[in-house]
């Protein structure tokens, strides 16, 4: 089965500092998709990145970067110059399946405090 | 930029009733997913729909739960006779289908407390 792990329930960052979360996950494929995703205390769901496995190139989205291990199974997220607005708890998720039949499996999460 | 949408965005029901969340996926997507989320909780699969059809669905789908695409725009998940621990975030998610585009975008969801 599929698991993703999230072994920092709580982190915290000066305003302006570099913080970088951490995710394992746990799989026999080989192509696979994995994605951060953000939630704010709104509990809505934001997409902040995605990674495809086939690509050696680790994703970038402005501050946002990941650092993808494929062989470690690691997918850590760098967050740069934090800002007030990243405070939220982070959640790791590895998408898997075939077809139609496709979920997202989730980590427990990492709650990002930003201080000023 | 396009969006998922979800209503209502607070639901409070009595056990035992029946409630219908409402889902309105990105126009041009193709899947169709639900995800719950009980508070301070990690977030769950549901079920996933395409072509009118449930593709894949969890353990926590029983037969209490129902999806259904009613026309054309809107995707609606219905729990039949709710219990205390139907309480939770349900999140509606669309993707399209290939390559990056197999990305779930998640709607704003709808928080359910059954009293």
């Known amino acids: 089965a599929q698991t993703v792990t999230q072994s920092q329930p709580e982190m915290s960052v000066q305003e302006a500092e570099t913080v970088t979360l951490s995710c394992t996950y746990d799989t026999s494929e080989s192509d696979y998709y994995l994605f951060w995703y953000k939630q704010p205390p709104s509990r809505q769901m934001i997409l902040v990145i995605r990674?495809?496995?086939?690509k050696q190139q680790n994703a970038t989205e402005n501050r946002f970067s990941v650092n993808f291990q494929k062989a470690a199974k690691s997918f850590s997220l760098k967050i740069s110059d934090s800002q007030l607005g990243d405070a939220a708890m982070y959640f790791c998720?590895?998408?898997w399946g075939s077809g139609s039949a496709r979920q997202l499996t989730f980590g427990s999460g990492t709650q990002l405090t930003v201080l000023p | 930029e396009p969006e998922v949408t979800q209503t209502p965005s607070h639901q409070v029901t009595q056990m035992g009733q029946e409630v219908i969340l409402r889902c309105v996926p990105i126009s041009n997507h193709l899947y169709f997913y639900w995800y719950r989320q009980i508070l301070g909780q990690k977030v769950e699969f549901l079920v996933s729909f395409y072509n009118n059809e449930i593709s894949e669905k969890s353990e926590i789908f029983d037969d209490q739960f129902s999806v259904e695409r009613p026309d054309g725009s809107n995707f609606t998940l219905k729990i039949r006779s709710t219990k205390l621990e139907d309480s939770a975030m349900y999140f509606c998610?669309?993707?399209?289908?290939?390559?990056?585009?197999?990305?779930?975008?998640f709607g704003p969801g709808t928080r359910l407390l059954v009293l």
């Open positions: 998720a590895y998408l």
């Open positions: 998610a669309s993707s399209e289908d290939f390559g990056g585009r197999k990305t779930q975008y």
């Open positions: 990674q495809e496995a086939y």
